[in-house]
Protein backbone atom coordinates (compact mmCIF):
# COMPACT_ATOMS: atom_id res chain seq x y z
CA UNK A 1 0.00 0.00 0.00
CA UNK A 2 1.22 3.42 -0.65
CA UNK A 3 0.24 7.02 -0.62
CA UNK A 4 1.11 9.71 -3.13
CA UNK A 5 0.89 13.91 -2.73
CA UNK A 6 1.42 15.95 -5.20
CA UNK A 7 0.63 19.39 -5.77
CA UNK A 8 3.03 21.38 -3.26
CA UNK A 9 4.36 23.77 -4.04
CA UNK A 10 5.37 28.01 -3.83
CA UNK A 11 2.02 30.55 -3.68
CA UNK A 12 1.77 33.80 -2.29
CA UNK A 13 -0.56 34.97 0.40
CA UNK A 14 -3.73 34.98 -0.61
CA UNK A 15 -3.50 32.50 -3.12
CA UNK A 16 -4.17 29.01 -3.85
CA UNK A 17 -3.32 25.31 -4.09
CA UNK A 18 -4.71 21.91 -4.64
CA UNK A 19 -3.08 18.90 -2.79
CA UNK A 20 -3.72 15.60 -4.57
CA UNK A 21 -3.29 12.15 -2.79
CA UNK A 22 -3.33 9.36 -4.92
CA UNK A 23 -3.29 5.11 -3.67
CA UNK A 24 -1.68 2.57 -5.19
CA UNK A 25 -2.83 -0.93 -3.49
CA UNK A 26 -6.10 0.06 -2.44
CA UNK A 27 -9.07 2.39 -3.19
CA UNK A 28 -10.59 4.84 -1.25
CA UNK A 29 -13.98 3.90 -1.54
CA UNK A 30 -13.34 0.45 -0.12
CA UNK A 31 -14.99 -0.68 3.06
CA UNK A 32 -11.39 -1.41 4.31
CA UNK A 33 -10.71 2.20 4.42
CA UNK A 34 -12.68 4.16 7.33
CA UNK A 35 -11.16 7.75 7.22
CA UNK A 36 -8.81 9.70 5.22
CA UNK A 37 -7.09 12.87 6.58
CA UNK A 38 -4.35 15.95 5.68
CA UNK A 39 -1.97 16.52 8.20
CA UNK A 40 0.63 19.16 7.98
CA UNK A 41 4.06 20.09 9.90
CA UNK A 42 5.54 22.98 10.22
CA UNK A 43 9.43 23.62 11.02
CA UNK A 44 9.81 23.18 14.82
CA UNK A 45 6.45 21.89 15.24
CA UNK A 46 4.36 18.77 15.74
CA UNK A 47 2.45 17.04 13.15
CA UNK A 48 -0.80 18.48 13.27
CA UNK A 49 -4.63 17.58 11.64
CA UNK A 50 -5.61 19.59 8.72
CA UNK A 51 -8.82 17.98 7.36
CA UNK A 52 -10.26 14.65 7.55
CA UNK A 53 -13.04 12.78 5.40
CA UNK A 54 -14.92 9.52 6.34
CA UNK A 55 -15.58 6.95 3.75
CA UNK A 56 -19.04 6.24 5.11
CA UNK A 57 -21.34 9.08 4.33
CA UNK A 58 -18.30 11.58 3.51
CA UNK A 59 -18.58 13.43 6.34
CA UNK A 60 -15.42 16.32 6.43
CA UNK A 61 -13.76 17.97 9.73
CA UNK A 62 -11.56 20.75 10.00
CA UNK A 63 -8.95 22.28 12.03
CA UNK A 64 -10.29 25.58 13.20
CA UNK A 65 -7.72 27.85 11.35
CA UNK A 66 -8.38 26.20 8.14
CA UNK A 67 -12.24 26.04 8.16
CA UNK A 68 -13.86 28.24 5.25
CA UNK A 69 -10.56 28.43 3.52
CA UNK A 70 -10.13 24.32 2.78
CA UNK A 71 -12.04 21.95 1.71
CA UNK A 72 -11.33 17.91 1.43
CA UNK A 73 -12.86 15.99 -1.16
CA UNK A 74 -12.53 12.80 -2.81
CA UNK A 75 -12.99 11.33 -6.51
CA UNK A 76 -13.73 7.75 -6.26
CA UNK A 77 -13.51 7.02 -10.19
CA UNK A 78 -9.88 8.33 -9.65
CA UNK A 79 -9.04 7.11 -6.37
CA UNK A 80 -7.89 10.41 -5.12
CA UNK A 81 -8.60 12.53 -2.42
CA UNK A 82 -7.91 16.24 -2.57
CA UNK A 83 -7.20 19.23 -0.16
CA UNK A 84 -8.31 22.82 -1.99
CA UNK A 85 -6.88 25.41 -0.12
CA UNK A 86 -7.04 29.24 -0.62
CA UNK A 87 -6.50 32.41 1.25
CA UNK A 88 -3.48 30.74 2.20
CA UNK A 89 -1.40 32.53 4.75
CA UNK A 90 1.93 32.54 5.64
CA UNK A 91 1.62 30.49 8.53
CA UNK A 92 -0.22 27.41 6.19
CA UNK A 93 3.79 26.85 5.05
CA UNK A 94 4.70 23.17 6.23
CA UNK A 95 4.89 19.85 4.55
CA UNK A 96 1.36 17.99 4.22
CA UNK A 97 0.85 14.58 4.85
CA UNK A 98 -1.73 12.24 3.02
CA UNK A 99 -3.07 9.33 5.92
CA UNK A 100 -5.28 6.55 5.31
CA UNK A 101 -6.68 4.97 8.38
CA UNK A 102 -8.35 1.44 7.51
CA UNK A 103 -11.25 -0.23 9.66
CA UNK A 104 -8.51 -2.90 11.15
CA UNK A 105 -6.96 0.21 12.88
CA UNK A 106 -3.84 0.33 10.38
CA UNK A 107 -2.63 3.94 9.26
CA UNK A 108 -0.52 4.62 6.12
CA UNK A 109 1.11 7.36 5.12
CA UNK A 110 2.28 9.58 1.80
CA UNK A 111 6.12 10.80 1.78
CA UNK A 112 4.59 14.17 2.00
CA UNK A 113 4.41 17.54 0.19
CA UNK A 114 5.48 20.98 0.64
CA UNK A 115 3.49 23.92 0.78
CA UNK A 116 5.33 26.92 0.92
CA UNK A 117 3.40 30.49 1.22
CA UNK A 118 5.45 33.52 0.35
CA UNK A 119 5.72 36.93 -0.67
Known amino acids: VQLMEFGGGLVQPGGSLRLSCGAN???????????MRWYRQAPGKERELVAS????????DYADDVKGRFTIDRDVNKNIVSLQMNSLKLEDTAVYYC??????????WGQGTQVTVSS
Open 53 to 60: IINAGSRT
Open 25 to 35: GFTFSSAMSRV
Open 99 to 108: NSEWTNGRQF
